[in-house]
Structures are given as structure tokens and as C-alpha cells.
């Protein structure tokens, strides 16, 4: 038994187990991440993360520097700002296999008062509804060479590293210069606050 217990420590402190964290790559996990995103287009965060069988946190983690940067939820509050600067914006949320796709301008928001709940405006048609960035676990900006042309968006994950949903600018070819000079500002946003993963 105390063999077991010893390699079993032994393992973790090499680094070959899978970290604790749902959230970042081992340096295995990083490897097989980077050989199923070395094509010439890639298959978007959530759809590559059922591929490897790892939470897609844990994937865009071991993204390079230029298609992915994180930070943590606690970062919500000055992405979300930022995404209001949009001049368009396709939300994308996913549950049970389903895929929701609501286009237009993002809305601004507040917390509650009386509860955990970040109440976004509503004003007409379009995104509205309530978000809990309490349980974010990271937010990160992606930029993929996609299928349909450049993939260039926002993912909100939750601390066991699984997507929530995200905010893409539109598919297709190369958006306009401002919506592009508008996804570069919410980049930095993100780039400028504290990384989910060393």
C-alpha cells in the first residue's frame, strides 16, 4: 500500500498525471491539443474539447498565444463592458446537444440587489436574460482559423472548465475593420487581466 501511495505522489510531483485543476493543461493534454490544432482550420474550442474527452477550459488553455488568452471570471465585469463597444455580435449557447444563436448588439447589465444574478437590459429583441459570473471559472478570447473563415469570439467557461456560452463576431469572411478593431479591444481587455493558467 505505502508503494502505491508513493508512486502515486511520485507521479504527481513529476508532472505526468493530469493537473488538478479542470481548468489548465498538463503538458500532455497541452501536446495532444496542439497536434488536433496544428491544421490549417480547427475545429471551434467546444467541439475540439468533446474530441479529446477534456473540459474545453482545459483546451484553450494550451492554445498559443495568438488564438487564445484567459483570464479568470472575477474578469467579467470589464469583459462584458467591452463587449457592449460591438457593433454586431452572434451569442452562442449550447445545452444538450442543442446550439442557440441570437444576433445583435450586447446589452449592458447590473448586478442584483437581491441576488447573485447579473441582470442584463432589456430593450426589445435580442439577448437579454440573467448571467451568474459568480460561478465563471475563465473567460477566454479565441482566434481560429475556422471552417467558414476566421472564428474570432469570447467563450465564458464555469470552474469545471466546460463553456457556457460565447459571444462571436459574425461567421463568414473577414468582418468589417471596426468589429475587428472592436474584438482586438476586448483581446486586451482580457490580455491585461490576470491569467487562469502560469
Request: with cysteine; glycine share 12%; proline share 8%.
Amino acid at each position: 500500500m505505502q508503494r502505491f501511495v508513493l508512486a502515486s505522489l511520485l507521479m504527481l510531483s513529476s508532472g505526468s498525471a493530469f493537473p488538478a485543476s479542470p481548468l489548465c493543461a498538463s503538458p500532455e493534454q497541452g501536446a495532444m491539443v496542439q497536434a488536433l490544432y496544428a491544421t490549417v482550420t480547427v475545429p471551434p474550442t467546444f467541439m475540439g474539447a468533446t474530441t479529446l474527452g477534456i473540459p474545453e477550459a482545459m483546451l484553450a488553455s494550451a492554445l498559443s498565444g495568438k488564438q487564445a488568452v484567459g483570464t479568470t471570471g472575477a474578469g467579467f465585469a470589464a469583459v462584458w463592458k467591452s463587449l457592449q463597444e460591438w457593433e454586431d455580435a452572434t451569442v452562442v449557447v449550447l445545452k444538450d446537444g442543442n446550439v442557440f444563436e441570437i444576433r445583435g448588439r450586447i446589452p449592458g447589465g447590473a448586478p442584483s440587489t437581491k441576488s447573485q444574478f447579473y441582470n442584463l437590459e432589456q430593450d426589445g429583441a435580442g439577448l437579454s436574460g440573467h448571467l451568474r459570473p459568480d460561478l465563471l471559472g475563465a473567460i477566454y478570447a479565441l482566434d481560429l482559423p475556422g471552417a467558414q473563415g476566421p472564428l474570432r469570439g469570447i467563450t465564458f467557461l464555469d470552474a469545471a472548465g466546460e463553456g457556457i456560452f460565447g459571444v462571436y463576431l459574425p461567421e463568414g469572411a473577414d468582418p468589417k475593420p471596426s468589429l475587428l478593431a472592436q474584438f482586438e479591444n476586448t483581446r486586451a481587455v482580457i490580455a491585461g487581466l490576470p491569467r487562469v493558467c502560469g
